[in-house]
């Protein structure tokens, strides 16, 4: 399920809405918790569950500096936000049959990264879906880096706005 483009209140946004086949509070552990998010989120998160908390963030890897946010939202088991550098991600859990439906929107610093942050966040959704299904998810390595790739190639192929820098390019 790709996610989509637009600009909200004046930010370039992604938007994803994809409906999970897992109860809502194992979909809200996965967003919220570090133990969980070091399943599929990309870079290591430390955080203090409360509006006006902080949140760090760390890349294992050395891919990018570490860098610090703060909690906009928190409403368990329903609404998650917080700023990333630039950017404002927000996760909404909203009960479903026997699952849930997880909407989750980045608002990006910058246009040009659209289709490269799409892709990103097409893979993490992806490997925190297989999480919670009970498989384990795929390392981060040339198999997701190509999985990356090829969602980017169609971000772009659908006119997702690109041209920011890509990691490892």
Do not use: K, Q
Request: charged share 25%; aromatic share 10%; glycine share 10%.
């Amino acid at each position: 399920m790709h996610g989509t483009f637009d600009t909200v209140d004046g930010r370039p946004t992604v938007r994803f809405e994809r409906r999970l086949a897992h109860p809502i509070e194992a979909v809200w552990r996965a967003v919220t918790e570090p133990s969980e998010l070091a399943h599929w989120f990309p870079a290591r998160v430390t955080v203090d569950h409360r509006v006006g908390g902080p949140i760090s963030f760390v890349f294992e890897n050395g891919e990018a500096p570490p860098s610090e946010g703060e909690v906009l939202e928190f409403e368990p088991p329903h609404r998650f936000a917080f700023t990333w550098g630039g950017s404002v991600l927000r996760f909404v859990l909203e009960p479903d049959a026997d699952g849930c439906r997880l909407t989750f929107t980045h608002a990006l610093g910058e246009r040009e990264s659209a289709a490269r942050d799409a892709a990103g966040w097409h893979v993490c959704l992806d490997r925190m879906d297989e999480r919670l299904a009970g498989a384990s998810p795929a390392a981060p390595d040339g198999d997701a880096t190509d999985e990356w790739r090829a969602h980017y190639e169609e971000y772009r192929r659908r006119g997702v706005p690109a041209g920011a820098p890509v990691p490892g390019a």
